[in-house]
T-cell receptor, first 108, second 117 residues
Framework: GENVEQHPSTLSVQEGDSAVIKCTYS??????FPWYKQELGKRPQLIID?????GEKKDQRIAVTLNKTAKHFSLHITETQPEDSAVYFC???????FGSGTRLQVQP | EAGVAQSPRYKIIEKRQSVAFWCNPI?????LYWYQQILGQGPKLLIQ????????DSQLPKDRFSAERLKGVDSTLKIQPAKLEDSAVYLC???????????????FGQGTRLTVV
């Protein structure tokens, strides 16, 4: 099965700082790389995704970069806000395997 | 569009009892997933359906868990008998992709929080 590692497990930043979360995977056949955000007590929701034919995708303050050769992709959040506080999950191979999650805390 | 519906939202049962969860996916979504999310962990896929067929149930503890998706729409997940370690949130999700390899966004339901005492 797919081996997925997500780092860091927790991340605390000051409001306005940037945050970066990295996900490594083992299946070279993966071609779809989403990131999900899960607020406390709520359902996971897709925030950004990228396909294997693209190296980077940006949507306002969030971006995802993909390095297929090295088998990792990263979530970048700039100008963090308190409402960005949540747990973030990577899911290489779409929704079949999720990372262990990164708890992001944005301090006001 | 209506989202993924799950019921019940909460369930408390004693160990060795049975329990069933229901999921109604987004209309037209071919793929349906059931996950177990233990507190502090990521969702763990239990079973994936495409229409009314099982694509992957390799992580489903088949001695006590069962799932079906009759008619390729609604789905039920059953646990019988329940153990203490089954306490978790059970999430259902659906996606549009007609084939397992064409992954697209998964839309999640609110989940059912199961407590086994």
């Amino acid at each position: 099965g797919e081996n997925v590692e997500q780092h860091p497990s927790t991340l605390s930043v000051q409001e306005g700082d940037s945050a970066v979360i990295k996900c490594t995977y083992s299946d070279s056949a993966s071609n779809y790389f989403p990131w999900y955000k899960q607020e406390l007590g709520k359902r996971p929701q897709l925030i950004i995704d990228i396909r294997s034919n693209v190296g980077e995708k940006k949507d306002q303050r969030i971006a995802v970069t993909l390095n297929k050769t090295a088998k990792h992709f990263s979530l970048h959040i700039t100008e963090t806000q308190p409402e960005d506080s949540a747990v973030y999950f990577c899911a290489p191979v779409g929704a079949l395997t999720f990372g262990s999650g990164t708890r992001l805390q944005v301090q006001p | 569009e209506a989202g993924v519906a799950q019921s019940p939202r909460y369930k408390i049962i004693e160990k060795r009892q049975s329990v069933a969860f229901w999921c109604n996916p987004i209309s037209g979504h071919a793929t349906l997933y059931w996950y177990q999310q233990i507190l502090g962990q990521g969702p763990k896929l239990l079973i994936q359906f495409q229409n009314n067929g099982v694509v992957d149930d390799s992580q489903l503890p088949k001695d006590r868990f069962s799932a079906e998706r009759l008619k390729g729409v609604d789905s039920t997940l059953k646990i019988q008998p329940a153990k203490l370690e089954d306490s978790a949130v059970y999430l259902c999700a659906s996606s549009l992709n007609p084939q397992p390899v064409m992954n697209t966004e998964a839309f999640f339901g609110q989940g059912t929080r199961l407590t086994v005492v």
